[in-house]
């Protein structure tokens, strides 16, 4: 390995806007280290994956990625981008209505493991310019009734961004995050939200009609956006962006 190589982690990466990335990357020459509940049939010398299902993980990141210790040597690379990719609309349902254990998965997999991932990357590269992008939604800034649990994990990520910015700052330590709405992805997760009922999901129709009229965003048109932008060598210390918004 090179030593001013491009490690880029993906979660979620066996489908969806993380697969669109993936295929970027690898097109790039990017070295990815993929995460996902499903292996990606691809057998590419610049690609390593682990497969595991993060809402009932229960040990720790170290554990996870150890089998990829080799790789995940801090001398072998000079940019690291950890891109906080998976997550799950589940539950939905108005609160009252939830399954408690549901809560803690969904919980476990928008909010805990991205930081838990955050926390390791600071850790593991102390010297490498490093790059944090969350995926995030608008659910992150409106409430969304019967979207309790995913309004707050995005909620909740998107401030543990801006922390992690403001505390970069006083560290000096040389990282970037980028807090990325994808817009409204033609993704299987839209497919499985819009079969919602309306008793649980009241706005379910909106994204039914998005749905119906072309308006989906393609994971590929996003990915293509927000890898450009992981690419700027001027990329501030915190930029919150949407799908098409830096180009209107």
């Known amino acids: 390995m090179k030593s001013n190589e491009h490690l880029v982690i993906i979660t979620g990466h066996s489908s969806g806007l993380g697969r669109a990335l993936l295929d970027i990357c690898l097109q790039d020459k990017t070295y990815v280290v993929g995460i996902a509940r499903r292996r990606v049939e691809l057998q590419h010398p610049h690609l390593k994956q682990i497969q595991v299902d993060f809402s009932i993980m229960d040990y720790g990141i170290d554990q996870l990625l150890q089998p990829l210790a080799p790789i995940l040597d801090a001398a072998a690379w000079q940019t690291v981008t950890l891109v906080n990719n998976a997550g799950t ?61 995913y309004c707050t994990s995005k909620a909740g990520l998107r401030m543990a961004s ?79 962006t949407r799908y098409g918004a830096r180009g209107s």
């Open 162 to 240: 801006q922390v992690m910015a403001t505390e970069a700052e006083v560290s000096g330590c040389d990282l970037s995050l980028v807090i990325y709405e994808p817009g409204v992805l033609d993704t299987p997760m839209q497919d499985e939200l819009r079969k919602s009922r309306v008793e649980e999901f009241p706005q379910v129709e909106r994204f039914r009609q998005l749905h119906k009229s072309g308006q989906l965003v393609a994971p590929r048109d996003s990915a293509q956006e927000l890898w450009q932008l992981l690419c700027d060598k001027d990329l501030p210390r915190l930029v919150e």
């Open 89 to 149: 609309v589940q539950p939905v349902g108005l609160v009252g209505q939830l399954d408690a254990r549901s809560i803690a998965a969904s919980l476990h997999t928008n909010l805990t493991i991205p930081l838990q991932l955050s926390n390791w990357l600071l850790r593991r590269f102390p010297q490498q310019k490093l790059r944090i992008a969350q995926i995030s939604s608008g659910a992150a800034h409106k409430p969304y009734a019967g979207w309790g649990v």
